[in-house]
């Protein structure tokens, strides 16, 4: 009996631990929202996109929801990213390419992680900063739904330029449309300006006539006389110092360049992966 007994006890320990291991497993989807702030259609709804994205460019896009991720990692928003992809495989290829948003609702942090050759080709630093411009508009009036849209949708353009070869990572303004040459208006403006620049110029001469050629020097000279002083300034030498000003460094796979918009901050991770983080 004690052995039967012993025998059960092992077997409750073992389906225990596989049921854990499930619930683990099954904690991480396409779309985590463990704070409950969709309703389960919009779940529904993005995640079938973002599995559509990850499977048309075999690279994982996630979203991971969270009230305090301090409840998970004793660290900053950007280690819980981390730990959130590494922790349970996320990433697609050889090289796990992906890409997350993790949000945390209690003081309203967030933090886009790139990971993986590609990922850190598709989402450089300018342009985890457009795909966070992309959503923060929406978050900012509680709308999450069209947020994570918006993320999705920006994500797969982002995607596509990326195998395109030509990922987002500079700012290209709107071309300037130049003016046409206008031949009649030019020979009109030409035929003008002689017209009235020759009148002008006529008139001055003629106002100069009553000039007289003067022959005797006192005609010249106050009388109080006239003194002639010489100046000379001399052009010795000058010293000019010249400092070359080294471009910025706009890679991924950098150092921390510094602030981006809305106050977040991007930064290189521990894992080969790169961060743009702040507050929503």
């Not at 495989?89 to 997350?100: F, M, P, W, Y």
């Not at 509680?142 to 920006?154: H, I, K, Q, S, V």
């Not at 290209?172 to 002689?194: H, Q």
Request: net charge neutral.
């Amino acid at each position: 009996m004690k052995k039967v007994s012993v025998s059960l006890l092992l077997m409750l320990a073992l389906l225990l631990s596989l049921s854990v291991c499930a619930f683990a497993e099954a904690r991480i989807d396409y779309v985590t929202d463990a704070a409950n702030i969709l309703s389960a259609g919009e779940k529904q709804e993005l995640r079938d996109r973002a599995e559509q994205i990850s499977e048309q460019y075999d690279f994982g896009v996630y979203i991971v929801v969270v009230n305090d991720y301090r409840d998970y990692v004793k660290g900053n928003i950007e280690a819980f990213a981390e730990e959130l992809f590494h922790s349970y495989g996320l990433g697609r290829r050889n090289d796990e390419a992906g890409v997350i948003l993790a949000m945390s609702m209690n003081e309203r942090d967030y933090d886009i992680y790139a990971h993986g050759n590609f990922g850190n080709y598709a989402f450089t630093d300018y342009g985890k900063k457009q795909l966070a411009n992309s959503f923060l508009d929406n978050f900012r009036r509680n709308d999450w739904a069209g947020g994570f849209r918006d993320y999705l949708e920006t994500s797969a353009v982002m995607l596509q330029k990326a195998e395109e070869g030509s990922p987002v990572d500079t700012f290209i303004p709107d071309p300037v449309e130049r003016p046409r040459f206008n031949a009649v208006k030019a020979m009109m403006c030409l035929a003008l300006g002689t017209l009235f620049g020759g009148g002008a110029v006529g008139t001055m001469k003629r106002s100069m006539k009553t000039a007289v050629k003067q022959t005797r020097a006192e005609n010249y000279v106050g009388r109080g006389g006239v003194t002639l002083r010489t100046e000379r300034d001399e052009f010795l030498n000058r010293s000019v110092t010249r400092t070359r000003i080294m471009p910025q460094n706009t890679g991924s796979s950098g150092g921390r360049p510094g602030g981006g918009h809305f106050g977040g901050t991007t930064i290189s991770g521990s894992h080969g992966g790169s961060h743009h983080s702040g507050k929503f």
